[in-house]
């Protein structure tokens, strides 16, 4: 139950194209979903985060869309750089105790190609 | 503002033999965690820390593993001894609060058992 599956498990895409990175989930008690994205010998950096009280949440070129009922969440990457090139990982989290219990997906390599 | 910081940043070992790593967290952050991210897999939480108390080690493998926080503030992370499948990348990260706040990577120790 504390699963959160992620899909696909890589990408590629021409320079301007629109990723979409999927994530589902079980535990209806995760309440923090936030995106990470990591490069090659780096440790992972936040990239935007969202709460199930909302359906969309846009930072820049990132878009998170959201849907309580069906338990899942998807990261779209708008005009799409190779610069982006890079592991996107989904997470999902809820408080236990006082503290946030978080659980990763298992990642999705983007390849964007110029 | 400093990131984490994590050191060493690789080790080759032979198994049996011990190791540790050592992180030192943000500045101010109260809590901090150590994950383990094998090849190809999302971050696995091993330990989380309030402060210098433990609130989470369910994932921790204690027969080898052990790791503290001194005064609330650096860590060290040890594996004695060490097996083959503990080759991995050892994230230290952490975040203000314990409650949903964003959590800052280090850059990770690689470890190679052989």
């Known amino acids: 139950q504390q699963q959160v599956k992620q899909s696909p498990q890589s990408l590629i895409v021409q320079k301007g194209g629109i990723p979409i990175i999927n994530c589902a989930y079980e535990?209806?008690?995760?309440?923090?979903f936030p995106w990470y994205q990591q490069f090659p010998g780096k440790g992972p950096a936040l990239l935007i985060a969202?709460?199930?009280?909302?359906s969309e949440k846009k930072e820049g070129r990132f878009t998170i869309s959201f849907n309580k009922s069906a338990k899942q969440f998807s990261l779209h990457i708008m005009d799409s750089q190779p610069g982006d090139s890079a592991t996107y990982f989904c997470a999902a989290s809820y408080n236990s105790g006082g503290y946030q219990k978080v659980t990763f997906g298992t990642g999705t390599k983007l390849q964007v190609i110029p | 503002e400093a990131g984490v910081a994590q050191s060493p940043r690789y080790k080759i070992i032979e198994k049996r033999q011990s190791v540790a790593f050592w992180c030192n967290p943000i500045s101010g952050h109260a809590t901090l965690y150590w994950y383990q991210q094998i090849l190809g897999q999302g971050p696995k939480l091993l330990i989380q820390f309030q402060n210098n108390g433990v609130v989470d080690d369910s994932q921790l493998p204690k027969d080898r593993f052990s790791a503290e926080r001194l005064k609330g503030v650096d860590s060290t992370l040890k594996i004695q001894p060490a097996k083959l499948e503990d080759s991995a990348v050892y994230l230290c990260a952490s975040s203000l609060t314990s409650g949903g706040s964003e959590q800052y990577f280090g850059p990770g120790t690689r470890l190679t058992v052989t």
């Open positions: 969202i709460r199930p009280d909302v």
């Open positions: 535990n209806t008690a995760f309440d923090y």
